[in-house]
């Protein structure tokens, strides 16, 4: 989501998919009957422990979506590493999938401080700034290319799903690119499911994610190469509203320490 070291980038690309991302309120979309202003908080966890909260609080209708937000650190995690970022994305819907216009994260662990910002255009990346500057010229790193800029979205924008219909949600391989890592994730269906939050409760979609690689990364990273591999991925999805929009709700993810766990502990359509 921002110029981290390669794994841990990787790993905060499938968890903000997963929602271990925040958000506070953007500007609002057009007037729409089927517009949905949306509050959701969570808790992101390993072995019971959590490790940082978030809370997004999101305008979406059918047409468009604009998100902000923030996350911090929470508990022993931060004692250790005090982490606050905020972030923003905002743009459009086209047939089932979003089409961001913009996107950026300011992010502040102790006392390094990281920027990253995304421009898109007709369906591409049209300029993305990372501060400091990602080290791309080391000899075993895969370079995004022209063509890997084609048709993505932002890790904020990832999480938004537009379905028909349920059985709908979890087809599709979703092409992510953060500033600096290009990865694909491939959804397939894991089954349904119910969840009951404060303002939510009700059925979820469930699906299974397999991480693809495809640049901005250092060839024969091990923790890549360990995600790659890994089958432990899974996100439950619910509905948000009226606005035929699914976003995540539940998420595991397997890493190397432990598998790490994405729960909303409140998931509400605001009046």
């Known amino acids: 989501m921002w110029p981290l070291p390669e794994h841990t980038r990787l790993r905060h690309a499938v968890a903000v998919l997963a929602v271990a991302s925040a958000a506070v309120p953007g500007p609002a979309l057009a007037s729409s009957a089927d517009a949905t202003s949306l509050r959701s908080e969570y808790a992101t966890s390993l072995y019971g422990i959590v ?11 059918r047409n468009g979506f604009n998100i902000s937000g923030e996350l911090t650190s929470s508990g022993v995690a931060k004692i250790f ?17 979003p089409s961001p216009r913009s996107y950026s994260v300011d992010y502040t662990a102790g006392k390094k401080k990281k920027k990253t910002t995304i421009a898109f255009a007709d369906g591409s990346v049209s300029s993305a700034k990372n501060s400091p500057p990602v080290r791309t010229n080391r000899p075993d790193w895969i370079r995004v ?18 379905a028909n219909t349920p059985a709908d949600v979890c087809n599709r391989t979703i092409r992510v690119f953060d500033g600096a890592l290009r990865v694909d994730l491939q959804l397939s269906p894991a089954g349904f499911g119910t969840a009951s939050v404060p303002g939510y409760k009700g059925d979820t979609v469930k699906c299974v994610v397999r991480v693809m690689p495809v ?48 729960q909303a502990v409140r998931f509400e359509s605001l009046k």
Request: net charge positive; hydrophobic share 35%; glycine share 8%.
């Open 215 to 262: 640049s901005g990364y250092r060839k024969g990273n091990k923790s890549i190469d360990f995600i790659r591999k890994s089958k432990d991925i899974s996100i439950a999805f619910a509905p948000v509203g009226n606005s035929g929009v699914y976003a995540p709700v539940e998420a595991t993810v397997g890493t190397q320490v432990g598998t790490v766990k994405v």
């Open 145 to 162: 290319e022209k063509e890997h800029l084609a048709g993505v979205v932002d890790p904020i924008s990832a999480a938004l799903v537009r």
């Open 51 to 61: 490790l940082a909260r978030s809370t997004f609080k999101s305008r979406i209708d």
């Open 81 to 97: 590493d005090d982490t606050r970022a905020r972030a923003s994305a905002n743009g459009r819907f086209e047939a089932d999938t």
